[in-house]
């Protein structure tokens, strides 16, 4: 391990320090080799991983690379291996670890771009072309009449799967997909059922059955719950997965 910038900061108000340790590797620079590198600094009230990032950037090292958007637990891009857990940086306070030791790595199972920097983004489009995540329908649009009623106990359900952020820490708690480059994961069987529940889609089950009914689909989970555990925001992804399975195979 390697600790070439390590460094604490001024500490007035007589906060504790705390350690961070952080996979650095940049796979597009020939020359780079994989090391750990740690920083020391003081921990402030309050403090996320995001705003210890943040202040790491700002004051020891400006190459450390990390994503970033909404701060606030919405655009999924800060999913990262928080001591072991794959986690929202931004949402993780650093006083949740007693010994003031945390150790960050980027996220497996996707392309690593640099640092605790992955690209979920291109994954996740590549899946969902692959489920077809997208509302299918023969009837036309017309802007003139009221949109179908839906009922609000329906509309709630699939409301419910829509707030999946496309954060990757489903994929990343995952030993099908470890095993699997293929397999399209929780995110993707949830998106199956989102459409499958939606009164506006009109694909039977014979329809999904192509898009997931085989190993890379329903059939690969071994229902070890990683996702479900680790799912930030708390989606019933095993019983979901469940629900299209058990359509699956009631197919003849
Ligand atoms: S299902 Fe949960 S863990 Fe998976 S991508 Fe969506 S929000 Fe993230
Ligand atoms: S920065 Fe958007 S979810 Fe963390």
Known sequence: MIDKSAQIDKNPEGFREIEITVFRYNPQDKEDTPE??????????GMTLYIAL?????????????????????????????????????KTRTNEFEDGKITLLPLPTFKHIKDLSVDTGNWMNEMSVKVESWIHSKEETDIA???????????????????????GICLASCSTKIMREDFVGAVGLNRSARFAMDPHDERTDEEFYELIGDDNGVFGCMSLMGCEDH????LPLQTKIAYMRRKMVSLK
């Open 145 to 167: 009449v009221l949109e179908k009623r839906v009922e609000p106990d329906v509309a709630q359900a699939v409301f419910d799967l829509d707030r999946c952020i496309e954060c």
């Open 231 to 234: 799912c930030p925001k708390d």
């Open 54 to 90: 943040i202040k790491i950037w700002s004051t020891m090292d400006h190459h450390l690379s990390f994503d970033f958007v909404c701060r606030a637990g919405i655009c999924g891009s800060c999913s990262m291996v928080v001591n072991g857990k794959p986690r929202l940086a931004c």
């Open 36 to 45: 750990y590198q740690t920083y020391r600094l003081v921990e402030t009230p």
